[in-house]
């Protein structure tokens, strides 16, 4: 191996630079066949690195948020629920009632959707570079005896506060909903999903007629 290329190598790796060490050759003979000159060069090497630390830092992000099933606003069936604002949906999926602090609750029967939204809003917040965090009712409750019997309650604590954004899904014990929606509806955006269940209707689409 040449001693430039040793030497490239070698400091790509102690920079913690892999996307460059992974493809600067190609981009140099990329670079020469289009005639670019040396700083339109490094700047490709440079905004590739970038690219990978940011997409491996959102990827870091959705994996740690727990999501029991990645779900995307496109996958989202607007027509079978007509009674969802879909516009409103558009707009908190910038992500401003986050940096407002404003919670949104989604409320409706079940199977109409609310936790397909609901991570939909955590996935795009990944995206934007936020900590999310993804729980069900009774695993954080789960969770919180655990921390009891334990004593590190004020540990749990400190990781709730970690995240932009808290996902609370499946409230399920009535007492328990009317209570929080008590305490949260204070600079709220409500969602009120009303229609046929939605993983019923995707159940019948899937069904074959073998009879």
């Not at 729980?135 to 409750?141: F, R, S």
């Not at 990781?159 to 409230?171: G, N, R």
């Not at 009317?178 to 969602?191: E, F, G, P, S, V």
Request: proline share 3%; hydrophobic share 40%; charged share 25%.
């Amino acid at each position: 191996m040449p001693v430039n290329k040793m030497l490239i190598e070698a400091y790509l790796k102690k920079l913690k630079m892999p996307q460059a060490a992974k493809n600067y050759e190609s981009l140099a003979r990329e670079a020469g066949d289009n005639n670019l000159d040396y700083e339109e060069y490094l700047l490709c090497v440079l905004e590739q690195e970038v690219h990978q630390r940011e997409n491996n830092r959102i990827q870091r992000g959705i994996r740690q948020a727990g999501f029991p099933v990645i779900k995307t606003l496109e996958s989202f069936d607007f027509l079978a629920i007509p009674s969802l604002n879909k516009p409103r949906v558009l707009k908190l999926m910038q992500g401003e009632y986050i940096r407002r602090r404003e919670n949104v609750l989604l409320i409706g029967n079940s199977g109409v959707g609310k936790t397909h939204i609901a991570t939909a809003l955590g996935y795009e917040a990944c995206r934007q570079g936020m900590r999310v965090k993804f729980y069900t009712a009774a695993g954080l409750i789960n969770e919180l005896l655990a921390a009891q019997q334990e004593y590190r309650l004020n540990k749990l604590e400190k990781q709730w506060l970690a995240p932009h954004l808290v996902i609370l899904d499946e409230l399920g014990d009535e007492q328990m909903t009317a209570a929080l929606l008590d305490r949260l509806t204070h600079n709220a955006h409500i969602l009120n999903i009303n229609g046929e269940s939605y993983r019923f209707k995707q159940a019948l689409s899937k069904q074959v007629d073998v009879g």
